[in-house]
Structure formats: structure tokens, C-alpha cells
């Protein structure tokens, strides 16, 4: 079998797999022939994804990041389409982490007051914070791990309700407009749908108390930028993604009150490569040896 990664450096984090040809393409220029599994590049491109008409026997796409919205779509039919869950859980859940603590104890506005002592009295502690974690699979999962130690009060939500050995009971998405005002924090972490773009829209952030704080590593349209600009003063954010995405510059969200921005960078760290690199060498040897492949999002 013949398999094309994006860099050397994730063929070489791969290392051999028998039975497995592993080539280097990052999808410019020629295709290689003969490719049966691709990796294409973590932040791929449309017309990155595009290319895989052109390589004739593609069977299987890998991707790198957990989101995988819009790509399915752009595949030639009965390709079989994995994500990457699991990959950047920890990375996610730590700058969400981040996110959380630099917001509600003020550190942005202790950077911009760099040179002037001012005290920031009565910012809010992540201990006994309530917090709402919107989405709750691996990757939330891992962020009720981090915060529950931190003595933070974690309700989860997903889109059916259950019992969890972590959280006690996940809560269904329905439940939202009476947990909402309970919140002092909000982090979303949905997978980007129909169902999801602009779940937190004016109606649902205006159910919020005042001073909450929204936090998106989702996707950008999970959370409706003109309702965040709307709220915000009235609200705290920090936002990892946001719609559109790259934000432009002069954009009025970077000028937004108690808006903190990141540039898309939760998931890629340095825990990224040992991470991607094992479920490729895994999912090639899956496919080698006859076995399912995990993390199949679409046929």
C-alpha cells in the first residue's frame, strides 16, 4: 500500500510500517500516483482538499484535526474520511485552561497596563467558578480533568443526556437556557454542524449573567461575532477561533471590550507530533492487516 503525509517530518515521526510506502506530499504540484491513504497538511486547505481527485485510488483520508467540517464534501464520493480525535485533547483542553485563567484573573489588562501598577481587586477565581462545558467528548472530557482539580464547579453537555463516571450526569443541549444563567463560565468545544453554527447567538449569551465568560475552541460559527460584539463589555471572551477566520486586520472584534483573541493555536504544540504520528502508524496498519479504522467520521 502506498500513503502520501504532508511533511517529512510526520514520515519520519511514522517511521516504517510493513507493508506501507510512505511518500511526501503537501499537495502542491504533481500528485503522486498510486496513493491509496493521504494525510493531508493539519490546517488544510480547500483547495489542498481538492486535490485528492487528482490522486487516482484514494481510498482513505487521515486528517489531522478533530473539526472536519466542509471536507467530506469536497472528496470524491466513497472515500472513507477519519479525523483525528483524540490527537489534541490534552493540547485543547491546557489552552482552554489558559484561556480561562488569563481572562478571569485580568492578565490581558495587566499587559496592556505594563509600566503602571494598578491592583485588579476581586477578580474571580477558577476555584468554585461554574463552569459549562458545551461539548463533551474526548476533548471535553479532558478540560472537566484539568478543571475539577482546580475545585471549579464542571456541568457538561453534549447532545443527549447520560451518566458519566467523571461529571456525574452530562446534561442534553436542550437544557442550555436553564443552566446558561447559572454559568460563570462557558467553554465551547461542539463539533461545527447545522445544528451547531451560531448555538451561542444573542438569545442564548443574553441568558448569561453579567461578567460571564465565553470561551470558544470550537469552531469560529459555533458563537455568532455579531452577538459577541453586542455582549461583550456586558460578557468576557476568549476566543481561540473565530468567524471569519483569520480575523482581518482592523476587524472590531480586536477592539472589542474583555475580548481576548488567539490565533487558532489550541491544538499545535509539541504534543501534536507523537500523537498524529501514532494513530497514522496505527490506522496504516489497521488498513494493512484487513482491521477497522478508527476514528471514521464519514464513508
Known sequence: ?????????????????????????????????????????????????????????????????????????????????????????????????????????????????????????????????RVLVLGYGSIGRALAERLLPMKASVTAVASRERDDDLVGRVRAIGDLPSLLPEQDVVVALVPLSEETRGLLDDDTLALLPDGALVVNVARGPVVDTDAVLRHAGRLRFALDVTDPEPLPDGHPLWDAPDVLITPHIAGGTTAMLPRISSLVRDQLRRRVAGEPLINVVSH
Not at 477519519?82 to 483542553?93: E, I, L, S
Request: with cysteine.
Open 1 to 129: 500500500m502506498r500513503a502520501a503525509v504532508s511533511t517529512t517530518e510526520l514520515a519520519e515521526a511514522v517511521g516504517p510500517v510493513d507493508g506501507v510506502e510512505v511518500v511526501v506530499w503537501n499537495g502542491d504540484g504533481p500528485a503522486p500516483e498510486g496513493v491509496e491513504f493521504w494525510v493531508p497538511h493539519y490546517a488544510t486547505r480547500a483547495d489542498v482538499i481538492d486535490r485528492g481527485h487528482d490522486l487516482q485510488g484514494l481510498e482513505v483520508v487521515q486528517l489531522q484535526s478533530a473539526g472536519y467540517d466542509g471536507v467530506a464534501e469536497r472528496l470524491p464520493g466513497g472515500i472513507t474520511l477519519c479525523n483525528a480525535t483524540g490527537v489534541h485533547d490534552d493540547a485543547t483542553a491546557e489552552h482552554a485552561v489558559g484561556l480561562i485563567l488569563a481572562s478571569l484573573r485580568g492578565i490581558p489588562e495587566s499587559v496592556r497596563q505594563h509600566g503602571h501598577w494598578q491592583s485588579l481587586p476581586g477578580r474571580r477565581s477558577l476555584a468554585d467558578a
